[in-house]
Structure formats: C-alpha cells, structure tokens
C-alpha cells in the first residue's frame, strides 16, 4: 500500500528536485550588490567646547603638574556615524525599502549597503557630499622672516594689509638683507585645529622628594622637562570672502644649558633603641633651566587673494631681534555650506560656526603667594557651537541631524513646505565677518632690561596675548619632614620668570578700541 502510495510522487518527480528551480527561470534585471564603506574617510575627528587650552609662559613644574600643553578636552557626543546612516536612510527613503535591500552599521565605522547598483550610485554621492563638507580644507601659508641688524632698520611693519604682489616684494627685500626665511603649510578643517610642534624636550633634575620611614630617609629625583623648539596652533572658518583663522605660535629655546645650584644640608636619624643620631648628607645639588620663550595668540581675518601681516621686536641684552610674518590662503575646498539634489529630496549642509565663529580668550594669573613670582597666561579656543542654527531649524525641518559645528538638513516640500528657501535666506542675509583691528603695543620692563614690540591685525571683538622672558627656577626654603626616628630638610624650589605678559581685547566701530593688562611691563599703546 506505501509503495502505491508513493509511485504518483516519484512518477511527478521525474528525477528532478522538488525545489529546484525551472532552467527556464529569468535573472533578476536589476540584482543586489553587498557594498562596504569605511566612514572614517568621510567623517574626520570633531571637538566639542574648548579645543584646547595652551599655556604662552612655560611653567617648570613637576611633569603631572605641568599645564602649559595643549589640553583637548569632550568630543560630540553623538556617533557621526549612526548621523550619517540616518542621513542616507532618510535620503534614500523608500529606494531602501524595497524587497532584498538592506542596510547595516557594523561597530563605529563599517557601512554595509545591499542594494542595486543604481543604489549604491546614490548613496556614494551622499558620502561624496557629506565628505566635502567635513573633511574639505582651506591650505593657510604662514611666512616667517627673522632678522637683526641692518635688516631690523626703518619701522617694524607699515601697514598689516598687503596684497599678494607687496606680500612676494616683501619677502625677497628682506631675504636680500639677511633675513631668514622658514615657511609653513597648514591644512584646516572646519571644525578641527591643526597643529605643529618642532623640537626636543630636554630634561633636567628640578627637586627631591624626602620619604622618611622606620629611621631611614630617602630622597627620590624629581625630573621635569621642558620643549626646546616651537608650536603652531591653528583653526580656521570661511568667513564670505574671507577666512577666519585663530593662530598661536609659541618658541622656547635654552638660553644655556641647565647648570648645577648646589645643596649642602644633613639628614639626623635615630635608633629606636637609643644610642643618640648620627647624620648623613643629602643630595648636592639640582639643575636650574634657563629657558627663553616669546609667543603670541590672536585672532585675524584674511581676504581672499590677499595677505595679512604681523610682527615682532625685541631688545633683551643689547641684542635686537625682529620677526615679520605673513598669512595667506592659498586655496581650498572649503565651504560654510554644501547641497545636493536626491529627486525630491534635497541634502543640505551648513556649518554653524558662521554665525559665531571661534575666537580666542586668555586668562591671565598673577597670585604671588601661589606661583611664587611666576604668572600664567592661557589662551582658550570656545569652539562651543552656536545655538542659534539649531534652534531656527528645529522648529522649520522634519529631519536635521548635527555632525561637529555642521547642522545636516534632509528636506522635501511635501514635508517641510517653503523651509529650504528660508534657510537660503537667512544664509543670504548674513553680513560679511568683520573687519581687523591693527593693535600696535611697545612694551618696557620696569627695571629697562628688555622691550618688545608688538603689531597684530586683531579681529574685531576677539582677544590677543603675547609673552617674552625667560623662566628658570631658584630655592626659595626649607621644610622640615620629621618621623619615626629620622628628620631632613627638605628643599623648596620654585620657578620664576624674569619677563613681560600682555593681554588685550580689540573691539572695531568707527573708532576702534583696545583694551589691554599685562604683568611685569610699562605699557604704551
């Protein structure tokens, strides 16, 4: 009976396969394709709220205690790369719905895409556009040109506005008199400072720590270290016509080697079973640096095909050095805003930093009794994102997201009416960014050691610091540390610095003003 059963079954076979599918079956004319994407070529590293702090005074201290480097502190903290998976999914809105289409974020950075060819084209021209806004660069030259004696003659900088063709005379005048001439190229993204920093560090024996225990003592080195060489810091925003960009340039150099200060003090230890103390000699002597540093932070503004200058002078030991530096943008890729075209959908980026760009603020710390005669001047980047964006588009689009300073529109007029050509107008009524302030500074040490001179083209309503001395340290006393049997004078080293500190704000209008402090100095403006 089972056999009868089954013949109508392995008759209808026909030794084929039940599931396998008819010779005649026609291939898919559009077929999925499994497509990988780094999004780390895309999306570069973003900051959040002060880049970074940079102490202009280099301070000696112990190594964990130094505060003169640079100092990033929080990132976003949004994925950029969830951001960018939404972005393309509401992009691409149905297109990804259909049948055998997939899409997947794999850990921080690998997108998955399957789809058709057609597809993919799409979501590689969203990348494409995503990665011209976030990793496009301006290219900033900086030009310095060092020089003393006869090339030092004649005022130090007549104007701080140049064209191309004064800026190229400029640097061949000075380079036939002996100038030295070291040029610079910085890459900048919006949204990311770049940074140079050149040189050694040289390391030195700054203290003892005393340890006492159980009738013995021990004195542990202290080394510290600091950088002989020069750092740049540099962050930049298109600004209509021009550039925005925030510099730092700080240069330490020994002004000797360390040189021995000798100690000369005993350690008593005892015994616990009597017998009087006997004393032992401690270390003989520490190192003090000599270290010379000059640096100044500001804020300009450079046009388009133009080229902004600034300089320096200083007389320290009846030696006169100056400095004249040159700023231009050589060219880039960067805009404040990207868009591209999806069939109804439009992708639109703009970068917030337009309506209140970075700038630079410097604290500036003078407490005798904690530094001990040496003052601390910070310059800060508040690279904070400016609010006002993100509230005007929250209450306009169905679909934004934010990457760094970028806000990222994902807008159709089915969903958001007539939102994109308010955007478009709010962008267009935006006024040009402002204008620089020549500040021009001399500089007296009360005792007439040194001077220096300053002339920095400040962006209207944004700080500028500069620095010059020199830093070493000295013994300033004794603590006693006493315990269990044993007691030793312990030494007390300090830093100081012999030198000059300003600080200053420039606010542009129809009479532009200065306002400046500064410590160890005669100031005339």
Request: with cysteine; proline share 6%.
């Amino acid at each position: 009976m089972i056999a009868l059963l089954l013949l109508p079954l392995l008759c209808g076979l026909d030794g084929g396969s039940p599931t396998a599918p008819s010779s005649g079956a026609v291939a898919s004319e559009n077929p999925s394709v499994l497509v990988h994407y780094d999004l780390r070529q895309v999306i570069p590293e973003l900051d959040d709220g002060d880049l970074w702090r940079q102490g202009l005074v280099p301070r000696v201290a112990r190594r964990w205690e130094r505060d003169d480097v640079v100092m990033p502190t929080d990132f976003y903290s949004a994925v950029p790369s969830e951001v960018v998976y939404d972005v393309i999914s509401r992009t691409l809105g149905d297109a990804m719905r259909e049948r055998g289409r997939m899409m997947s974020l794999e850990g921080e950075s690998d997108l998955l895409v399957l789809a058709p060819r057609s597809v993919q084209e799409e979501v590689q021209k969203i990348l494409g556009t995503l990665g011209r806004a976030l990793a496009g660069s301006d290219r900033i030259r900086l030009e310095v040109l060092s020089f003393s004696g006869a090339a030092g003659d004649g005022p130090l900088l007549e104007k701080t506005a140049l064209s191309e063709e004064e800026a190229d005379r400029m640097v061949a005048d000075l380079a036939a008199k002996g100038a030295a001439l070291h040029t610079y190229r910085f890459d900048l993204t919006p949204g990311r400072t770049s940074g140079l920093t050149t040189g050694r560090d040289v390391s030195f024996l700054l203290d003892y720590d005393v340890e006492i225990a159980q009738a013995a003592t021990i004195y542990d080195p202290v080394v510290s270290s600091y950088r002989d060489g020069t750092r740049f810091l540099m962050r930049a925003t298109r600004r209509g016509a021009s550039t925005a960009l925030s510099i730092l340039m700080r240069e330490t150099l020994p002004a000797e080697k360390p040189r021995e200060r000798p100690l000369s003090f005993y350690a008593g230890l005892g015994s616990q079973k009597g017998g009087g103390y006997s004393f032992h000699q401690g270390p003989d002597s520490v190192q003090i640096p000599n270290i010379f540093s000059r640096g100044v932070a500001f804020t300009t503004l450079i046009p388009d095909g133009g080229v902004v200058a600034f300089a320096s002078a200083f007389t320290r030991g009846g030696e006169t050095r100056r400095e004249v530096c040159l700023l231009r943008r050589e060219g880039g890729v960067s805009s404040p805003f990207y868009r591209a075209k999806f069939g109804s959908v439009t992708l639109f980026l703009v970068n917030s930093e337009l309506f209140s760009p970075p700038g630079l603020s410097f604290d500036l710390y003078t407490n005798e009794e904690e530094l001990g005669g040496h003052p601390l001047l910070y310059a800060k980047l508040d690279a904070a994102p400016a609010t006002f964006l993100f509230d005007w588009l929250k209450y306009r689009f169905s679909v934004w997201r934010r990457i760094g300073p970028w806000a990222v529109v994902v807008t159709d007029p089915a969903w958001d009416n007539q939102a994109l050509a308010d955007l478009e107008q709010l962008l267009a009524s935006l006024e040009e960014g402002g204008r620089n302030v020549t500040c021009s500074s001399d500089l007296q040490a009360p005792d007439q050691s040194s001077f220096a001179r300053l002339v920095l083209p400040v962006l209207g309503g944004t700080g500028f610091g500069a620095v010059l001395g020199r830093t070493t340290t000295a013994l300033t006393d004794f603590d006693v540390e006493v315990a269990q049997f044993a007691g030793s004078p312990d030494p007390v080293i300090a830093p100081l610095f012999d030198g000059m500190v300003l600080r200053g704000q420039a606010f542009s209008g129809p009479k532009p003003v200065i306002d400046v402090s500064g410590w160890g100095i005669r100031l005339v403006l």
